[in-house]
Structures are given as C-alpha cells and as structure tokens.
Nanobody, 125 residues
C-alpha cells in the first residue's frame, strides 16, 4: 500500500514563505511522477506543480509560476513545495499526489493514482 503524508502547513502572513513536504512510503518513490494540487473552500481542486521522476522536468500552474518551486529527493522519498511571496489567495488545503509510472509531468487530477490527506495553508493579509 502506497501512503502519502503531507507536512509543514500552517498560518503565515502575506509575503512570507512556507515549505510543505510529502513523504511517500510503501512503494517505489523513484518511479513515481509527483504533483501538488490545492483546494480552497468552495472551489475545485486545482493543479499547482509537478515534477518528473529524475527532477529534470517541472511544471507549474499559472497562478504560482515564479513563486513556488517543486523538488524531490529520491533517496529520502520526499517531495517538497517551496512557496514564496504567499498571497491570501494561496490559502487552501494542499495535496500531494503520485502517479504509478511515467517519464513526464502530469497536470490533471485523473492522471494520479495515490493521494495524501492534505495539509492546510492559510495566508493572512
């Protein structure tokens, strides 16, 4: 069974930075393309960032491009999302997701097979 556990969420002021992480267990992390999604209250879950298995390719949603950075450590089974210049509109539950296999990056919810429970990020103005 593949388990994804997010950590590092919290409450910050606008303009500050935060780093959230996702630890994967029970599978072959290095074979999984990974992604981050978020869901704000009353809104649909949206794509945030994705990274391929060897960290040679990343992709970001338009609303976070230039502010967020996704990275992974295949030795530690961790994928991290560094969030800079946070805005109140970044407030959401952030979910990490893993796809069983593939060489690229994926931006759609249905492309991913495993999901974490989410971590809350709240940005105050």
């Amino acid at each position: 069974q593949v388990l994804l556990v997010e950590s590092g969420g919290g409450f910050v002021q606008a303009g500050e930075s935060l780093r959230i992480s996702c630890t994967v267990s029970g599978g072959t992390f290095s074979a999984y393309p990974m992604g981050w999604f978020r869901q704000a209250p009353g809104k649909e879950r949206e794509f945030v960032a994705a990274i391929n298995t060897i960290s040679s390719n990343t992709y970001y949603g338009d609303s976070v491009k230039g502010r967020f950075t996704i990275s992974r450590d295949n030795a530690e089974n961790i994928v991290t999302l560094r969030m800079n210049s946070l805005k109140p509109e970044d407030t959401a539950v952030y979910y990490c997701a893993a796809r069983r296999s593939g060489l690229g990056v994926w931006t759609t919810i249905r492309a991913y097979d495993y999901w974490g429970q989410g971590t809350q990020v709240t940005v105050s103005s």
